[in-house]
């Protein structure tokens, strides 16, 4: 009963939507805005519809019902409820329904907004975002419905299906399997959300986009309109690929955070396009620059994102987390192939109307070095999409498989990203239409001298690999460069206005959001960045079986093996647990314990490492093989994994810059608004 | 100097930027060597040799976990398999062509440069070359294009900004 | 610190008209887009062999130094079991396997061959040592067999009609040699 009236608000929610984009091309067509205005309320209802069905679904997630294909594979009674909740995005089905409910909410705010002086963008705007969401709606439908049901045939055979069928009586499974052990992490809960928050957040930019084509509007409203959703986009696929990488490195235990796997190249590429498009949309508002790239790059995001949907759900590639080979592969090709070649007629179509309205003076301006931001944001694009479509184009070819490692990725990408890392530091300081030399020097030579110092410093501690030292050398200027800039800014502030330091401190972030928020991020890069080349270039790991009392040493630190003990937990896991003492020259500091647990229900095991976990360095240490004949004996592998830490942190710092700069301010938005 | 010139410079060093930029990454990333401190007693090849060359390597069954993490019983064996043939000499090269060629090329973590493979190592750079050009040619006609309407008549809002920052900043130095 | 409404985005009527786009470039695009969904689209196409498919011949290199190829069977039906040493349901059905080789042999319409899949020589070797199997196994060099029938996991075994046709697939190790025995029967020429 339950799962039908779920299914039911499904189906309505579909006929709902496809009345919607026929009423709003009709609206466009023939100028009636009464019938333009009921696809406006169309597509605001699809959310409360869709909501129908995730409760739906909720219900028997949380109730146990296991006679349901769905709560069976993600939910087990042993589970705690909050995961029983969560398991919502634990599996296929709900993970799409869960991404057609985020679309129907974004698409339901937007039609909330004022359209007063935007009307004729509107009825594109609502084609364009419902036919992604019947897209979605039509795989919850008619592919991987999560409402349907077990049944068993007269030969014994299983059926799933709504509604039993003939022949066929039903059968209610004792319990569930379990959601996938890899999936239990707080990190992996948050994650997905996270990305599809991402995912589905840059469908609006580019349904405005879509519009402005449509409509032949060549300013640059909807890139006004959308600014703050793309930034949220960006928010929330930045925080999505941290959380990831979080989750690979306390969980996946093989020592890293980021492995270059398909599956997070799919949510990794439209954050590169997201990014060159955040910053290049800002040329065009300022400048009157490249509407086209503008286009090209949202049109590409939206791609990249269907994409990425498609690579983690279609089985194309195999990674980690990506489900098996199923029928969504064809549709989701239909859907990409429709989507390209109409966002490429259309941009053909207007390719005239948006030439550049102004020209370029220098190139020392800002808006040459956003050029070049965007040609590196591309050319890792292009290594990232290369790297993911080989194989498919080698099996296809050959016959035969390859993998692109992360070798690949590690020998390509670096120079960009050294290039990036330059870039952030000049490109803030230069001026919009021209900079002198002289006063980018003047900014930049004082901090660029104290780099200097920071660079013979890390020499002298003896680092010699010449990328390292030019990407630690490169992050302390741009640190210093930003940091000096900011200085000066609250410096002249103080002076002019009289306010305290600490005030205009304050005060001058708060004035300028986008511009400080962006200094924020940036500053947070320049952290992630070091400790990205702390393990990058100086991890250092050993392996080997030792006896109890025995030591492993790497570094200053050894680890010893004190003790280890198998045991069964009352949520259905074995757990081998070993304990060891972590000690630093001489001095015992700290106990970890790595652990395997071993999920029966779902017959997976999961490598835990032990973390000591310092600003300096982490002491990550797996379990690597334990026979329980010879409990005596253990075999570890031992990482020292040095700034690490940093990552994180200049994760944080980085979220905190994105939250100031997309956080609504008063001055920005009026000021966006007033423009004709 | 002259716009057109500028931008030819700008790309030679981009260009010349990208190359150095590739020789460093081809050579300056040293792997950090294992370090094993006492040598252990019992196997004459250690973990961590047999890891060296595993931590490159992709056993198919533990899709995008390196072979010297994956857990299987499988990946087991295959590790015992280069423990074997380090002990009988063998190197990274011929243990990785070994393997290679009895599993196929997708063992490897890095695709051999040859035959179709040459395309994933020349694509990209000539998709960067394009883009380059392409950026190259945007920027020369930019430059070269005539103002529409005095062009440094227009300066935007954050030039002014920088500019009385500047002042400020400059009165500041001369009164102290 | 207001944003000025007439930034040059949409402050004077554009006077220089651009350059319409060259035909060219807009094909180049459009072929370069319609590559790549092409490509796209044949990957996704499911290239296994399927239940009644012909099967195309292959070589299996013989733990024994035979070269074993399938075209030479023509006429005879063919089980084709994937198997390895380190998956443990593969030891469930090696004995059946062989006790059904024994006694198929001798009518000389069937052939049997296994085929080690992602497997190191020496554990093989011990595998087929263990189980006494007799029929001529080899190793899946390049995966290239196991290529052919998109194999999911160990154990499957295929069985070949005398045709040449896919007849049967048991994924899973079999329970008992009756078991394989029905498989094959239908199928004898």
């Given at each position: 009963?339950?799962?039908?009236?779920?299914?039911?608000?499904?189906?309505?929610?579909?006929?709902?939507?496809?009345?919607?984009?026929?009423?709003?091309?009709?609206?466009?067509?023939?100028?009636?805005?009464?019938?333009?205005?009921?696809?406006?309320?169309?597509?605001?209802?699809?959310?409360?519809?869709?909501?129908?069905?995730?409760?739906?679904?909720?219900?028997?997630?949380?109730?146990?019902?296991?006679?349901?294909?769905?709560?069976?594979?993600?939910?087990?009674?042993?589970?705690?409820?909050?995961?029983?909740?969560?398991?919502?995005?634990?599996?296929?089905?709900?993970?799409?329904?869960?991404?057609?409910?985020?679309?129907?909410?974004?698409?339901?705010?937007?039609?909330?907004?004022?359209?007063?002086?935007?009307?004729?963008?509107?009825?594109?705007?609502?084609?364009?975002?419902?036919?992604?969401?019947?897209?979605?709606?039509?795989?919850?439908?008619?592919?991987?419905?999560?409402?349907?049901?077990?049944?068993?045939?007269?030969?014994?055979?299983?059926?799933?299906?709504?509604?039993?069928?003939?022949?066929?009586?039903?059968?209610?499974?004792?319990?569930?399997?379990?959601?996938?052990?890899?999936?239990?992490?707080?990190?992996?809960?948050?994650?997905?959300?996270?990305?599809?928050?991402?995912?589905?957040?840059?469908?609006?930019?580019?349904?405005?986009?879509?519009?402005?084509?449509?409509?032949?509007?060549?300013?640059?409203?909807?890139?006004?309109?959308?600014?703050?959703?793309?930034?949220?986009?960006?928010?929330?696929?930045?925080?999505?690929?941290?959380?990831?990488?979080?989750?690979?490195?306390?969980?996946?235990?093989?020592?890293?955070?980021?492995?270059?796997?398909?599956?997070?190249?799919?949510?990794?590429?439209?954050?590169?396009?997201?990014?060159?498009?955040?910053?290049?949309?800002?040329?065009?508002?300022?400048?009157?620059?490249?509407?086209?790239?503008?286009?090209?790059?949202?049109?590409?995001?939206?791609?990249?994102?269907?994409?990425?949907?498609?690579?983690?759900?279609?089985?194309?590639?195999?990674?980690?987390?990506?489900?098996?080979?199923?029928?969504?592969?064809?549709?989701?090709?239909?859907?990409?192939?429709?989507?390209?070649?109409?966002?490429?007629?259309?941009?053909?179509?207007?390719?005239?109307?948006?030439?550049?309205?102004?020209?370029?003076?220098?190139?020392?301006?800002?808006?040459?070095?956003?050029?070049?931001?965007?040609?590196?944001?591309?050319?890792?694009?292009?290594?990232?999409?290369?790297?993911?479509?080989?194989?498919?184009?080698?099996?296809?070819?050959?016959?035969?498989?390859?993998?692109?490692?992360?070798?690949?990725?590690?020998?390509?990408?670096?120079?960009?990203?050294?290039?990036?890392?330059?870039?952030?530091?000049?490109?803030?300081?230069?001026?919009?239409?021209?900079?002198?030399?002289?006063?980018?020097?003047?900014?930049?030579?004082?901090?660029?001298?104290?780099?200097?110092?920071?660079?013979?410093?890390?020499?002298?501690?003896?680092?010699?690999?010449?990328?390292?030292?030019?990407?630690?050398?490169?992050?302390?200027?741009?640190?210093?460069?930003?940091?000096?800039?900011?200085?000066?800014?609250?410096?002249?502030?103080?002076?002019?206005?009289?306010?305290?330091?600490?005030?205009?401190?304050?005060?001058?972030?708060?004035?300028?959001?986008?511009?400080?928020?962006?200094?924020?991020?940036?500053?947070?890069?320049?952290?992630?960045?070091?400790?990205?080349?702390?393990?990058?270039?100086?991890?250092?790991?050993?392996?080997?079986?030792?006896?109890?009392?025995?030591?492993?040493?790497?570094?200053?630190?050894?680890?010893?093996?004190?003790?280890?003990?198998?045991?069964?937990?009352?949520?259905?896991?074995?757990?081998?647990?070993?304990?060891?003492?972590?000690?630093?020259?001489?001095?015992?500091?700290?106990?970890?314990?790595?652990?395997?647990?071993?999920?029966?229900?779902?017959?997976?095991?999961?490598?835990?490492?032990?973390?000591?976990?310092?600003?300096?360095?982490?002491?990550?240490?797996?379990?690597?093989?334990?026979?329980?004949?010879?409990?005596?004996?253990?075999?570890?592998?031992?990482?020292?994994?040095?700034?690490?830490?940093?990552?994180?942190?200049?994760?944080?710092?980085?979220?905190?810059?994105?939250?100031?700069?997309?956080?609504?301010?008063?001055?920005?938005?009026?000021?966006?608004?007033?423009?004709? | 100097?002259?716009?057109?010139?500028?931008?030819?410079?700008?790309?030679?060093?981009?260009?010349?930027?990208?190359?150095?930029?590739?020789?460093?990454?081809?050579?300056?990333?040293?792997?950090?060597?294992?370090?094993?401190?006492?040598?252990?007693?019992?196997?004459?090849?250690?973990?961590?040799?047999?890891?060296?060359?595993?931590?490159?390597?992709?056993?198919?069954?533990?899709?995008?976990?390196?072979?010297?993490?994956?857990?299987?019983?499988?990946?087991?064996?295959?590790?015992?398999?280069?423990?074997?043939?380090?002990?009988?000499?063998?190197?990274?090269?011929?243990?990785?062509?070994?393997?290679?060629?009895?599993?196929?090329?997708?063992?490897?973590?890095?695709?051999?440069?040859?035959?179709?493979?040459?395309?994933?190592?020349?694509?990209?750079?000539?998709?960067?070359?394009?883009?380059?050009?392409?950026?190259?040619?945007?920027?020369?006609?930019?430059?070269?294009?005539?103002?529409?309407?005095?062009?440094?008549?227009?300066?935007?809002?954050?030039?002014?900004?920088?500019?009385?920052?500047?002042?400020?900043?400059?009165?500041?130095?001369?009164?102290? | 610190?207001?944003?000025?409404?007439?930034?040059?985005?949409?402050?004077?009527?554009?006077?220089?008209?651009?350059?319409?786009?060259?035909?060219?470039?807009?094909?180049?695009?459009?072929?370069?887009?319609?590559?790549?969904?092409?490509?796209?689209?044949?990957?996704?196409?499911?290239?296994?062999?399927?239940?009644?498919?012909?099967?195309?011949?292959?070589?299996?290199?013989?733990?024994?130094?035979?070269?074993?190829?399938?075209?030479?069977?023509?006429?005879?039906?063919?089980?084709?079991n994937?198997w390895?040493?380190?998956c443990d349901p593969c030891a469930q059905e090696a004995a059946e396997l062989e006790?059904?080789?024994?006694?198929?042999?001798?009518?000389?319409?069937?052939?049997?061959?296994?085929?080690?899949?992602?497997?190191?020589?020496?554990?093989?070797?011990?595998y087929?040592?263990?189980y006494?199997?007799?029929?001529?196994?080899?190793?899946?060099?390049?995966?290239?067999?196991?290529?052919?029938?998109?194999?999911?996991?160990v154990p499957?075994t295929?069985?070949?009609?005398?045709?040449?046709?896919?007849?049967?697939?048991k994924?899973g190790p079999f329970a008992s040699v009756?078991e394989i025995?029905?498989?094959?029967?239908?199928?004898?020429?």
């Amino acid at each position: 009963m339950i799962a039908n009236i779920g299914y039911g608000g499904l189906l309505v929610a579909f006929a709902v939507a496809l009345y919607g984009i026929a009423a709003a091309i009709y609206g466009a067509v023939k100028k009636n805005e009464r019938v333009a205005e009921s696809a406006r309320l169309a597509m605001q209802l699809t959310f409360p519809l869709v909501s129908v069905a995730v409760v739906a679904l909720l219900v028997l997630l949380v109730s146990g019902r296991y006679e349901y294909a769905y709560v069976y594979n993600v939910t087990s009674s042993a589970m705690p409820l909050y995961l029983k909740i969560t398991a919502l995005w634990g599996g296929q089905d709900g993970s799409l329904l869960f991404w057609s409910w985020l679309l129907s909410a974004f698409t339901t705010a937007v039609t909330l907004r004022k359209w007063d002086r935007d009307r004729e963008f509107l009825p594109w705007v609502v084609v364009v975002a419902l036919v992604t969401l019947v897209f979605f709606l039509t795989l919850s439908l008619f592919v991987d419905n999560p409402f349907e049901r077990f049944f068993i045939s007269a030969d014994g055979g299983e059926v799933l299906a709504m509604f039993q069928p003939a022949g066929t009586f039903a059968v209610l499974p004792p319990d569930g399997r379990g959601l996938n052990p890899l999936l239990r992490h707080p990190g992996m809960i948050i994650h997905p959300p996270m990305l599809y928050l991402g995912f589905v957040s840059f469908v609006i930019p580019f349904a405005f986009a879509i519009a402005a084509l449509v409509t032949g509007r060549s300013d640059d409203r909807w890139i006004r309109i959308t600014r703050r959703w793309s930034l949220t986009a960006w928010l929330f696929l930045s925080l999505g690929l941290l959380l990831g990488s979080r989750w690979a490195y306390d969980v996946l235990g093989w020592g890293g955070y980021w492995g270059w796997d398909p599956v997070e190249l799919a949510a990794f590429m439209p954050w590169l396009s997201g990014t060159a498009f955040l910053h290049s949309v800002m040329i065009q508002e300022k400048r009157g620059l490249f509407k086209r790239w503008n286009m090209i790059l949202i049109i590409l995001t939206y791609l990249l994102v269907i994409f990425g949907t498609f690579l983690t759900r279609s089985g194309v590639v195999n990674s980690v987390h990506s489900f098996a080979r199923s029928a969504l592969g064809p549709l989701f090709f239909a859907f990409i192939a429709l989507s390209a070649l109409t966002a490429f007629a259309l941009l053909v179509w207007r390719w005239e109307k948006l030439h550049a309205e102004g020209n370029m003076t220098s190139l020392l301006s800002r808006e040459s070095f956003f050029l070049f931001n965007n040609l590196l944001f591309m050319g890792l694009l292009v290594i990232c999409f290369s790297g993911v479509v080989y194989p498919i184009v080698a099996e296809l070819v050959t016959g035969n498989k390859v993998t692109v490692g992360p070798r690949y990725y590690e020998l390509a990408t670096p120079p960009l990203f050294l290039g990036l890392l330059l870039l952030m530091g000049i490109a803030p300081l230069s001026a919009w239409g021209r900079s002198t030399v002289k006063t980018l020097g003047k900014a930049i030579w004082k901090p660029l001298a104290a780099s200097l110092l920071v660079l013979a410093g890390v020499i002298l501690l003896g680092v010699r690999s010449v990328m390292a030292l030019t990407g630690l050398w490169l992050a302390a200027a741009v640190g210093f460069i930003t940091l000096y800039d900011y200085g000066r800014a609250v410096l002249a502030r103080a002076r002019r206005s009289g306010e305290s330091l600490p005030l205009a401190f304050w005060r001058l972030a708060g004035r300028n959001r986008r511009r400080y928020g962006g200094y924020i991020i940036h500053l947070g890069v320049v952290i992630m960045a070091i400790g990205i080349i702390g393990i990058e270039s100086f991890q250092v790991e050993t392996q080997r079986a030792i006896s109890r009392g025995e030591t492993l040493s790497l570094g200053a630190y050894s680890v010893r093996f004190d003790d280890v003990k198998s045991f069964d937990t009352n949520d259905n896991r074995n757990v081998v647990r070993a304990e060891m003492t972590v000690i630093k020259n001489g001095r015992e500091v700290g106990q970890i314990y790595p652990r395997r647990d071993f999920f029966y229900d779902s017959q997976q095991p999961m490598t835990i490492p032990g973390m000591y976990s310092t600003l300096e360095e982490d002491v990550y240490v797996i379990l690597a093989d334990w026979q329980p004949l010879t409990a005596d004996r253990a075999t570890f592998k031992f990482y020292l994994n040095p700034l690490i830490n940093w990552l994180w942190t200049g994760g944080l710092v980085f979220i905190l810059g994105m939250l100031v700069a997309a956080w609504p301010a008063q001055e920005d938005e009026p000021a966006g608004e007033v423009k004709p | 100097m002259r716009p057109a010139r500028a931008a030819r410079a700008a790309g030679y060093v981009l260009a010349a930027c990208l190359i150095v930029g590739l020789v460093f990454s081809a050579f300056g990333v040293p792997r950090a060597a294992a370090q094993s401190e006492q040598p252990s007693p019992t196997p004459v090849i250690s973990d961590d040799q047999v890891n060296a060359i595993a931590r490159d390597m992709y056993c198919p069954i533990c899709d995008n976990i390196p072979l010297d993490v994956c857990p299987t019983a499988a990946c087991a064996e295959w590790r015992e398999q280069i423990r074997t043939k380090l002990a009988e000499g063998w190197d990274r090269k011929q243990i990785e062509e070994f393997f290679a060629l009895r599993f196929s090329d997708r063992v490897l973590s890095l695709p051999p440069a040859r035959g179709l493979n040459l395309l994933l190592y020349i694509g990209p750079a000539l998709i960067l070359l394009a883009g380059i050009a392409a950026v190259y040619f945007t920027v020369k006609k930019l430059l070269k294009k005539p103002s529409a309407g005095g062009q440094t008549a227009e300066p935007a809002r954050e030039d002014e900004y920088i500019r009385r920052v500047e002042e400020e900043l400059r009165r500041r130095e001369r009164e102290k | 610190m207001s944003l000025n409404p007439s930034t040059p985005a949409s402050a004077e009527p554009t006077p220089p008209r651009a350059a319409p786009l060259p035909w060219w470039a807009v094909a180049l695009a459009f072929l370069l887009l319609v590559g790549f969904l092409t490509i796209l689209g044949l990957a996704l196409r499911n290239p296994a062999v399927e239940v009644g498919d012909h099967v195309p011949p292959f070589i299996l290199e013989s733990y024994n130094g035979e070269q074993v190829n399938t075209a030479d069977f023509q006429g005879k039906v063919m089980l084709i079991n994937f198997w390895a040493s380190w998956c443990d349901p593969c030891a469930q059905e090696a004995a059946e396997l062989e006790a059904a080789w024994k006694a198929l042999q001798p009518g000389g319409k069937v052939v049997f061959l296994g085929v080690a899949y992602l497997d190191t020589d020496r554990e093989a070797l011990n595998y087929l040592k263990q189980y006494g199997i007799t029929y001529p196994n080899g190793p899946d060099n390049q995966t290239r067999i196991s290529n052919i029938f998109r194999i999911r996991g160990v154990p499957e075994t295929y069985l070949v009609d005398a045709q040449g046709r896919l007849a049967a697939v048991k994924i899973g190790p079999f329970a008992s040699v009756d078991e394989i025995f029905q498989m094959i029967q239908p199928h004898l020429p």
